[in-house]
């Protein structure tokens, strides 16, 4: 097995998590607080996919599809707050830019010759500091946040994913 194989495993995985904990909720419940403080799913799905074409960027400037005008602001840090449903998309929406940002994505790890995962650059964050790291934290990422789309899922009754 190689890095590659194991960064597209994690890919695979948090995929099939996303794909799971998203099924059956509509544009409102996306937007439900299980707990008070707790960011809304609509936020964090914004925030993930904003996150990995952030991170997709850092190693290769332009392999990531743009983003809507206004979507990277309504899902910043300072914007975690807000309920305003019109700020945030349906979960087709949220899902076509989920699967376009994973494009780009596995398209960049397909075309990196395997020396290159090891390669640092000071612009990466402290704790991702090779390419290969910071590929397997954009892999990674959703799965950080997936326990707080358990929350709302069974406020809402919904049967347990996994």
Do not use: C
């Amino acid at each position: 097995m190689t890095a590659k194989d194991l960064i597209r495993g994690a890919l695979a995985t948090s995929e099939m998590i996303m794909a799971r904990y998203l099924e059956g909720l509509g544009k409102d419940d996306l937007l439900i607080r299980a707990v008070p403080g707790m960011n809304h799913i609509a936020w964090q799905v914004g925030h993930l996919i904003d996150s990995e074409r952030g991170m997709i960027e850092a190693i290769r400037p332009g392999s990531s599809p743009a983003l809507p005008a206004g979507f990277a602001e309504a899902h910043s840090r300072d914007n975690a707050s807000d309920d305003d449903a019109t700020k945030f998309l349906a979960p087709e929406e949220y899902l076509a830019l989920w699967n376009a940002q994973r494009t780009a994505t596995k398209a960049l790890l397909e075309s990196l010759p395997d020396e290159e995962l090891d390669r640092a650059d000071p612009k990466f964050p402290s704790f991702t500091p090779t390419v290969g790291q910071l590929l397997h934290l954009a892999a990674n990422h959703p799965v950080l946040h997936a326990g707080q789309f358990v929350a709302v899922r069974r406020k809402l009754g919904l049967p347990i994913a996994f």
